[in-house]
Structures are given as C-alpha cells and as structure tokens.
C-alpha cells in the first residue's frame, strides 16, 4: 500500500458545491490565515501570501490525518472504508437538503444528513481536537479509533432541535468554505472564551448554541433547540433539558423550515461565525467575501446579525409536547418534545406552562417585525398543549 496519502477533512465533492459551475470555474480563493514565515538574512522574515487560487484538490487536506499505523504497516481504512461511505450517502444528502421538501425518501436523508453533520463535526483537525479532549485519548492513534466510536455523539441533539435552510439567493455575497464546515454560534460563547480555546466549538448542549452548516454557497443549515425557540429570552449558556446521547427520538420532517431569505447584512454575520470558527482556511468565489468583518456594521459577537440572527420563525413551530411512531402489529415509541420517555415528566410540564408565555410572546415579536417591514403577518400557529 502506498501510505504517502493526502486526507481531505473537507471532501472535494463538498468544495466543488461552492464553485461557480454555471461559468465553468474549477478554481476557487483560498485564504491562508496563518501564513508561513520565509526565514530572511540577520534573522527577519516575511509572510508566504496568503491568498492563492486553487481547485479543490489541494485544499483542505493534510498528509496522513487519518492513516492508522500498526509498526511498519499502515491502514488506510478510515479514509477509504469508513468515510467513504459516508461521504457517498452525506454528497446525496447534502443535495436533497438543499432543494428540500417532504417527499419518499425523506427519512433516509435524514439519517444520512445527520450522520454526515456528525463525521464532518469531527473528521477536520479541529474536530479530532474536540474528540480528544471529550474521549480523554491521549495520541492521535487513539483518537482516530475514538473517531470511529464516537462520531455520532450529537446526533439525537441535533435531531430534537428545529431545523431550517435559509438562503442568501438575492445577496451579492455568497456562503465560505471553511476548515471547520461544521460550526457553532452562541451569542455568549465568544471565540477566544475558555470554552472555544478548550474544545473549539460552544458546546450543543447549551440552551442558545446554534449549529451552522453551509450546504452551498446559496444555502445554510441553521439547528436551534426547541428551548431556546421557545424562549428566546432564556439564558444562552444553560444546559437544555435532558440533553442525550446515542439516545432513541423522534423527529417531524414536515416541520423543518425553508424558503426563508436572509439580507445581505445576516449572511456576512454567518460568514464571519464561519471564519471566527476556522482554524486556518477558508475559500470563497470572490475576495471580498474572505472578509465579511470588512463590510460588517458591528462586529460585536452578542450584536451579529441583529436580534433574530439564526433563530427560525417561532410561528412555523408547533408546540408540540410529544410524538408517538409505530403501534399496531410492532412496537411503538413515544417520547415528550425534551426526549424523556415518561411523557408526564414533571419538569417538563413545569417547563411548558413558563414556554407557553414566551413562545405567543416570540411569535407576536416576529409579526411586529414582519409589520415594521411592511410585510403581512403570519397567523399563529394554532397546535398547543
């Protein structure tokens, strides 16, 4: 075997999604943030640029990130087996997400799509980082076997949040690339926070974490847990109710959001949680868009993209309290919407009867900005508890 590889931790097929296909571009910019030192006479030196145009081959790659050693053998099954085979199910799930509606199928993308999420969380340098820290492991040999354990770890979080696809189709600027596809938002977990410097992301399990994931350069996967729809006013850095993992839950795919554009002003915030969140590189169509903290108003973490930044429409969100699936011949399951299997759990009726309040008052919220935009206001959504 030939163990001189270069590992992706950024697939090409995903790299070639944000590629100006209509115009026959094969290139895209690819920004170097930490540039190398070039070593000078009586010890100066200077930065190697920054900025080089590039296909996806070479980007986003590191020589034997994922290659398992055994003494003078090596494996390269991690790359070739597991990832890809996931990549195969996550390239088509990406696209269906991207053109979503409810339709045969849908079930299985979704599974595809969110274990995608959670090989793409993990797979990059920064993602192994993360895993080490979370796993304890103590070489990147061990880690890699974690990665293999442990790669679906948010997968029932990020099943019982509320999902929507915003697009950018009217903005000039356009979604990055970057080396850490897979990011975090938390208005009160800033970049260079214990938190961020320790595991490299806010963590899911707090109430106002917002998963990001760009899908294209025109589409973005934003995931919101339901606490923090409901009550957007609640503090950002709690703990959500019973966050779990590996566990069994039940999602409605008819009630993932899309259709909803985003200004010009939201899709700058986004890429710059995107470039504050990557380790080294990003890439994008134009040079401008590599920095969106130039066209910014406010650059201020807890003040980006205005109030509602990353929140979906709360008037789209049933309140739901539980959902069952199966019955009849086979088994059944049914959890309430925190993912506790005693339906009449106390603290969650105990939640409820304070969210109930919040989400009629966040729902009144988006209609009076809907009416300061001069837009008719949507109808209340009429499924309660």
């Not at 115009?23 to 920054?50: C, E, H, Q, V, W």
């Not at 950018?168 to 690339?177: A, D, E, N, V």
């Not at 923090?228 to 709690?238: E, T």
């Not at 108003?297 to 979906?312: E, I, M, R, S, V």
Request: aromatic share 14%; glycine share 8%.
């Amino acid at each position: 075997m030939n163990t001189a590889v270069a590992h992706h931790y950024v697939p090409k097929w995903y790299q070639k999604r944000f590629l100006d296909s209509a115009n026959g571009a094969t290139t895209f910019l690819y920004l170097d943030m930490r540039p190398d030192r070039i070593p000078l006479p009586g010890g100066a030196f200077k930065f190697k640029k920054s900025i080089y145009i590039q296909g996806p081959k070479p980007c986003f790659e590191q020589p034997h990130l994922y290659t398992l050693f055994f003494g003078a053998d090596a494996s390269d099954a991690i790359e070739s087996q597991f990832f890809g085979k996931i990549d195969q199910h996550g390239e088509a799930a990406v696209l269906f997400f991207e053109n979503y509606t409810y339709q045969d199928g849908t079930h299985e993308k979704f599974r595809f799509m969110r274990q995608y999420l959670g090989a793409q969380l993990f797979r990059t340098p920064k993602g192994l980082r993360l895993l080490q820290a979370l796993a304890g492991t103590r070489s990147h040999q061990d880690t890699l076997r974690a990665l293999v354990q442990y790669w679906e770890l948010y997968a029932t979080i990020w099943s019982e949040g509320v999902w929507e696809i915003v697009n950018c189709k009217s903005s000039p600027t356009k979604f990055l690339i970057s080396d850490n596809p897979v990011t975090t938002y938390n208005k009160q977990i800033f970049p260079a926070s214990e938190e961020m410097r320790q595991l490299g992301i806010a963590r899911f399990e707090r109430l106002g974490t917002h998963t990001v994931f760009p899908l294209g350069p025109e589409y973005c996967l934003c995931i919101t847990n339901l606490q923090y729809v409901r009550n957007p006013k609640s503090n950002p850095l709690k703990i959500r109710e019973n966050p779990r993992y590996y566990g069994q839950g039940l999602f409605n795919l008819r009630n993932i959001q899309r259709g909803r554009e985003i200004p010009e002003s939201e899709v700058l915030a986004i890429n710059h949680v995107l470039k504050s969140n990557a380790v080294r590189y990003i890439a994008a169509q134009k040079e401008e868009w590599l920095y969106p903290e130039k066209y910014l108003p406010d650059t201020n973490w807890q003040k980006l993209g205005g109030k509602y930044f990353l929140h979906p429409d709360p008037r789209k969100v049933s309140f739901t309290t539980g959902i069952f699936t199966g019955g009849g011949r086979g088994p059944s399951l049914g959890t309430n919407e925190y993912g506790h299997y005693d339906l009449d759990n106390a603290k969650a009726k105990s939640l409820r009867e304070v969210e109930w309040r919040t989400f009629q008052s966040a729902q009144t919220a988006w209609d009076e900005r809907d009416r300061r935009a001069g837009k008719a206001p949507q109808p209340l959504d009429p499924d309660y508890f």
